[in-house]
Nanobody
Framework: QVQLVESGGGLAQPGGSLRLSCVAS????????MRWYRQAPGNERELVAA????????DYTDSVKGRFTISRDNAENTVYLQMNNPKPEDTGVYYC?????????????????WGQGTQVTVSS
């Protein structure tokens, strides 16, 4: 049974810090790209940060570059999002996502798994 369980959300003060965790089970974590998305009320879900399967490549949406860091521990099947200097506009539900896309020529469907989300509120 595939599970992605996020934790670490809550209330953060502007300029503070918060670390989100996502523990995966039920699939081969090290083969999957891992991503963090967020969704604010009334907005579409947006990609915040992504890490390649081995963690060697990361990418961020412009609004969080220099403030957020995605990392992963493949031995612990866990991905993290370190949120430094959060801003009120970072408020939303943060979702963990695991994505596997078959290599070219391999006729298999992609696998796309989601966690249940964790609320992050940035307010003074």
């Amino acid at each position: 049974q595939v599970q992605l369980v996020e934790s670490g959300g809550g209330l953060a003060q502007p300029g503070g810090s918060l670390r989100l965790s996502c523990v995966a089970s039920g699939f081969t974590f090290s083969r999957y790209a891992m991503r963090w998305y967020r969704q604010a009320p009334g907005n579409e879900r947006e990609l915040v940060a992504a890490a390649s399967s081995a963690g060697g490549h990361t990418d961020y949406t412009d609004s969080v570059k220099g403030r957020f860091t995605i990392s992963r521990d493949n031995a612990e099947n866990t991905v993290y999002l370190q949120m430094n200097n959060p801003k009120p506009e970072d408020t939303g539900v943060y979702y963990c996502n695991a994505l596997w896309v078959p290599p070219p020529g391999v006729r298999l469907p992609k696998n796309d798994y989601w966690g249940q989300g964790t609320q992050v509120t940035v307010s003074s």
